[in-house]
């Protein structure tokens, strides 16, 4: 595939997933193929984020879906290049990750002092589980005030609920995006095809990951939410 072409496939699979798009197992493969090309003459270099910030989301997919036993992390499935490589082609799709990088960081240093990377592990977990209550309870919040927009009656209170509005809205929204593109290029890698133990569809010519590899990875990663 030629730069071009592979150019133009990712700014249509970054604006599909900017958009709301779903991300299919073809379209990982592009990136993934885009990704590998990039690291061919030598270390790959980030396209969308600063250094900093790039380590960031190196160490976010590292915890997200983390080495054990059977494999590599999803640091060694390449999803922070497939992340930032989706980036660089959509200007939406970068901002969402510069503002939850940015909040991240300005979260730890108000709580820690440092940003997320600088803190310890134990930390940088406890901030991730803080992430995955907030977005349980934003669930729940949304889940009760549909009750009460149904509801002919009790239509006016649709804005109240026991559930309270919590702080880190916007680190939960930012987690959110990276969480599902970090399995997603998890379980779409040569890594994690092969850790799901998926052998492919023998000779048909389109080839899908079953929807139990997404689950496996989701239930692999301690923040499966």
């Known amino acids: 595939m030629s730069k071009t072409t592979r150019r133009t496939v990712l700014r249509n699979i970054a604006l599909t997933l ?70 660089s082609q959509n200007k939406e ?56 927009e149904r509801s002919s009656v009790y239509r006016d209170f649709a804005g109240y609920s026991t559930h309270a509005r919590n702080d880190l809205a916007p680190g939960v929204v930012f987690f959110d995006w990276i969480r599902k593109m970090t399995v997603d290029a998890y379980y779409t890698s040569p890594i994690g095809i092969k850790d799901v133990g998926f052998k492919g569809n023998g000779a048909y010519a389109k080839y899908e990951v079953p929807v139990a590899a997404l689950e496996y990875a989701l239930k692999r990663s301690p923040f499966g939410g």
Not at 29 to 42: N, T
Not at 47 to 55: I, L, M, R, T
Not at 67 to 75: F, I
Request: aromatic share 8%.
């Open 93 to 148: 799709l970068a901002n969402i990750y510069y503002g939850g990088l940015a909040w991240l960081d300005a979260e730890m240093r108000r709580r820690h002092g440092k940003t997320f990377v600088e803190v310890s592990e134990a930390e940088q977990t406890a901030m991730l589980d803080l992430l995955v209550s907030a977005e349980r309870g934003e669930r729940a919040r949304r889940a009760e005030e549909s009750v009460y």
């Open 18 to 87: 900017a958009t709301g798009g779903v991300l299919d197992t073809a379209m990982a493969q592009h990136v993934h193929e885009a990704a590998a090309a990039s690291k061919a003459k030598g270390p790959y270099k980030p396209k969308a984020f600063p250094a900093h910030q790039y380590k960031t989301v190196q160490r976010l997919a590292e915890l997200i879906v983390p080495k054990d036993e059977r494999s590599g992390s999803a640091l060694d499935a390449g999803a922070p290049e497939f992340i930032d490589l989706l980036c």
